[in-house]
């Protein structure tokens, strides 16, 4: 069977992707990831007023993802997707796929949080817990990979390839998150490094089977106008 033009130099990507991801998380856990929270803790960043609301946006939109997904599904009955339509049909099914993508990796790692904040979870910063317990369910040990962060990049993924013009939006956007959530201590950077890849991967893939690529330029440089 010969290989896909498209999908197989992707792939390819992906794995060279993942193994810079496992070497970063590997850095952070040993180097970073506790420096940093007690660090935030110590000068108690969660008090500041602008970091926790950093945290808001993805959850909501993955809420609404699924009724935007439904409004597509039906405005198709009336003829072809435009591309800002296939766009955001990626964007919304990768943010739900992502999220699903860390419910398994969470219960894959087990890792404990840095802060206790849920259910009276054990912690880094109150008990001294800190390390992966790989396939033991449960809040407690739902850290890694972050969510959030997963659930914003994916999105951001799809942004950055259907419309290159907007990528600092992406860009920003992700950054926002991942300083809300490590500055709440409601994550290690670890996790955050983690979720983005889990995030860009999923965005990535979902913008390449929706074909939200933009159009080649035109002779003059200047790409064509398109929906």
Do not use: K
């Not at 013009?165 to 959530?181: D, T």
């Amino acid at each position: 069977m010969p290989r896909d033009p498209e999908f197989a130099p992707l792939l390819r990507a992906t794995a060279a992707a993942l193994a810079g991801c496992a070497a970063l998380v590997f850095l952070c856990y040993r180097f970073v990831d506790r420096p940093v929270a007690s660090f935030v803790h110590a000068h108690n960043a969660a008090a500041a007023p602008y970091l926790e609301p950093l945290t808001y946006p993805p959850p909501v939109v993955q809420a609404w993802a699924p009724a935007a997904l439904a409004a597509l599904a039906m405005r198709r009955a009336w003829g072809p997707f435009r591309r800002w339509e296939r766009a955001v049909f990626a964007a919304g099914a990768a943010v739900v796929l992502a999220d699903q993508f860390r419910v398994s990796l969470s219960y894959l790692a087990g890792r404990y949080w840095p802060d206790t904040w849920v259910d009276d979870n054990p912690s880094y910063i109150r008990d001294g817990a800190y390390g992966f317990h790989p396939f033991h369910g449960g809040s407690a040990y739902g850290s890694f990979p972050s969510g959030h962060t997963a659930r914003t990049v994916a999105a951001a993924a799809v942004l950055w390839i259907a419309y290159p013009r907007w990528r600092w939006a992406g860009v920003l956007g992700s950054a926002a998150v991942a300083v809300g959530l490590v500055g709440m201590n409601y994550h290690f950077v670890g996790d955050v490094v983690a979720g983005g890849f889990v995030g860009a991967v999923v965005g990535v893939y979902a913008a390449h089977f929706a074909n939200v690529t933009p159009p080649a330029a035109s002779p003059s440089g200047r790409p064509p106008r398109t929906p």
